[in-house]
């Protein structure tokens, strides 16, 4: 029994953090620019393609294939952000989330007529066999997963505390005109972010790809992953990677100790009940209001 | 002038009476058929490689003069494994397209979902891409092929406890229409036959493809042998999770998982894995393969030949069939009355298709058992008539 749920706690947990690595892309966004982009899910599918096309098509050795798919995700959020979000910057909040929810269903469409809609093998490095430590089993894949995304999470965390750049984003975020006040470049700043988050999102879908196979339909996963952000506290990183790995851990457990119907409802059960006790979420900051 | 006004009036009358006989989709030179499959959803690699099996023989056909002077056009919509989109694709295909027949309708849950609708509508609903066992009792409009899941699930029950002397058997199936067809008759031929029961009985909902909760659940039963009523990605994905966990049974399952799609995800995952199959593979001999692979060659040349081509592909070759002994008045009657008629008959693979009876609306009850074995599908049994499994 205890053997059965720690594996399933760790095989849930590897879910989860991809789930984190997504929601980290919502929330820097939003904290940023104050856009939520509904496209975030996109970047996850893109990238499993173009680290699908490097690896089978053109045959690259799959260190430089990751690199170079973090590398490219961010440039596709730049642009992004440049031909999409940018021209529309003075435009309501809403019609710039609309805009977002367009470019992910152009995304997805190109994927579907380049690729098509079969579902595609992506390898991995990772061996999907069983590991065993005391009396936890799990795959390497797991570990590799869990590993990478923490590393990455690490890597984020030292870049905004001790970077100049870093400091110049969590200003903006705060106040852009306080920013701008003191010489930050805004617009850079956002340029920035979305690369970041897009290449996270990337990172993501190298790591998820494999797992669940390839799909112009991949980027659905970025529907649960916003709920792990709004778990954690939308607009909060250390909820969105908490609310992240929750979801995962609690998908896996309830499926195990119900069924499928409830596994597929248990993240929205979760966070409505998260909700109605604490509806800034988890880590969220309760808004304050000057009367 | 009242006269005449008498005289014009029953013309129009007699005009639309004439018009009301000649039936929907059918002209002097045309018969148009419908299709609703998944191009872009979960089992799209099912509706993409359907859709050009049944073209390919549908533009041999044309090329060499239609059935009986009428050239087939086949309009397929995709329904993305989605009930309420099937609905709407199949109204829009009677109403609008005006088409004669529904045929190779792709999924159970879907086919289901527009099965009252095509009854209602009088518009026969031949050879449905799904074996479920209700295609075969629901009456003159449903007309199904190959041996249901029902049935196949018999086979693969009677093989586990007879053959391999296993007793702890588990299901894993698809949480509708299609996962319960098997599940259930696996359910009462245990019982009935065997007197057994599932040792666990563990669902998935459609599209889902995280299992690692299924896996503990079936590790935890102890059972050896796994049935997997699912399509091609999850056994892969099942074997994959159940692995992980130091967990290997015999895992086996009807014939939609018996695709080259299912050992590409798996790999040495799905080695082992068994299933049924009901037509022959696609690289047996025989005058009709050869046919086949000539017509993929030529039609569909960027898809390689495969069991979900195949099956799209005899699905269209017996339909045409029926169309030419339904001879020039072709009507939707007439249709299904020459499908009733076949008899006996093989297209050149050995497998002979006859229609059942009234009692089971099918045109064979073949099977045999296959296994993936250094990344193909081979047979390990012989061609068998399965025996005839209910639900209750």
Request: net charge positive.
């Amino acid at each position: 029994m205890t053997e059965i749920l720690s594996s399933q706690v760790v095989s849930g947990l590897a879910t989860g953090c991809v789930y984190a690595l997504i929601a980290l892309g919502f929330v820097l966004i939003f904290k940023a620019t104050d856009v939520v982009n509904f496209a975030q899910g996109e970047f996850v599918m893109v990238s499993g393609f173009i680290s699908y096309t490097l690896l089978i098509g053109l045959g690259i050795h799959y260190g430089l294939v990751l690199l170079a798919t973090i590398v490219l995700s961010g440039v596709m959020g730049v642009v992004l952000e440049r031909v999409v979000v940018r021209p529309i910057m003075d435009a309501p909040i809403f019609s710039i989330v609309i805009a977002t929810i367009g470019a992910s269903i152009v995304l997805r469409s190109s994927a579907g007529i380049l690729y098509g809609y079969d579902v595609l093998p992506l390898p991995t490095i990772f061996s999907k066999d069983p590991i065993r430590v005391g009396f936890v089993q799990f795959t390497a894949m797991d570990a590799g997963v869990i590993g990478f995304s923490l590393v990455i999470m690490v890597a984020l965390y030292l870049f905004f505390k001790l970077t100049r750049t870093g400091t110049a984003m969590r200003a903006t975020a705060q106040s852009q005109t306080a920013a701008r006040l003191m010489g930050v470049s805004v617009t850079r700043i956002f340029s920035l972010t979305w690369a970041i988050s897009a290449a996270i999102g990337g990172v993501a879908g190298v790591l998820i790809a494999p797992i669940i196979y390839l799909d112009p339909n991949l980027g659905f996963i970025g529907v649960k992953a916003f709920a792990g952000a709004i778990l954690g506290g939308f607009g909060s990183i250390p909820g969105a990677i908490v609310g992240g790995m929750l979801l995962g851990v609690i998908e896996n457990l309830s499926g195990y100790f119900f069924n499928a119907g409830i596994k597929q409802v248990s993240t929205y059960i979760l966070l409505i009940l998260v909700l109605v006790i604490r509806p800034a979420g988890l880590f969220g900051a309760a808004p304050i209001r000057k009367v | 002038m009242k006269r005449l006004l008498t005289i014009v009036g029953l013309l129009v009358l007699l005009g639309g009476v004439a018009v009301c006989a000649a039936e929907d989709g059918v002209t002097d030179k045309e018969v148009v058929i419908g299709a609703g499959l998944d191009l872009t959803g979960a089992v799209a690699n099912w509706g993409v490689n359907i859709k050009a099996g049944m073209d390919a023989v549908f533009s041999r056909v044309n090329a060499a003069g239609g059935v009986h002077g009428r050239k087939i056009r086949l309009i397929a919509y995709d329904h993305v494994y989605q009930p309420p989109k099937a609905v709407t694709n199949a109204k829009r295909l009677v109403e609008r397209d005006k088409i004669f027949v529904m045929m190779g309708h792709l999924g159970t849950p879907t086919t289901k979902a527009v099965m009252d609708y095509l009854q209602d509508k009088q518009v026969p609903n031949i050879f449905p891409a799904t074996l479920a066992s209700i295609w075969t009792n629901s009456g003159k409009y449903h007309v199904g092929d190959l041996a249901t899941y029902a049935d196949q699930t018999g086979l693969i029950v009677d093989y586990l406890v007879k053959e391999r002397k296993i007793r702890k058997i588990a299901s894993f199936y698809q949480d509708d229409e299609y996962g319960l067809d098997g599940h259930l008759a696996g359910k009462a031929r245990l019982k009935h036959t065997h007197d057994l029961a599932y040792v666990a009985e563990v669902d998935y909902k459609r599209a889902d493809i995280d299992f690692s909760s299924q896996a503990a659940k079936l590790k935890e039963s102890g059972a050896d042998a796994v049935i997997v009523q699912a399509v091609y990605r999850e056994p892969p994905r099942l074997a994959e999770q159940c692995h992980a966990i130091g967990y290997n049974p015999v895992f086996i399952g009807p014939s939609p998982i018996v695709v080259a799609k299912t050992i590409e995800l798996g790999g040495k995952h799905v080695e082992g894995l068994m299933g049924v199959e009901v037509y022959p593979l696609p690289t047996d001999p025989g005058a009709f393969l050869d046919q086949y692979r000539a017509d993929m060659a030529k039609y569909a040349p960027s898809l390689p030949i495969d069991t979900t081509n195949l099956y799209g592909y005899q699905k269209a070759a017996v339909f045409v069939e029926a169309m030419q002994r339904a001879g020039r008045n072709l009507t939707r009657d007439s249709v299904l009355k020459a499908i009733e008629s076949i008899k006996d008959w093989d297209p050149g693979w050995g497998l002979k298709y006859g229609y059942g009876g009234d009692n089971r609306r099918g045109m064979s009850n073949a099977g045999r058992l296959v296994t993936v074995k250094d990344g193909k599908w081979i047979k390990v049994g012989d061609w068998m008539e399965l025996k005839e499994v209910g639900r209750k």
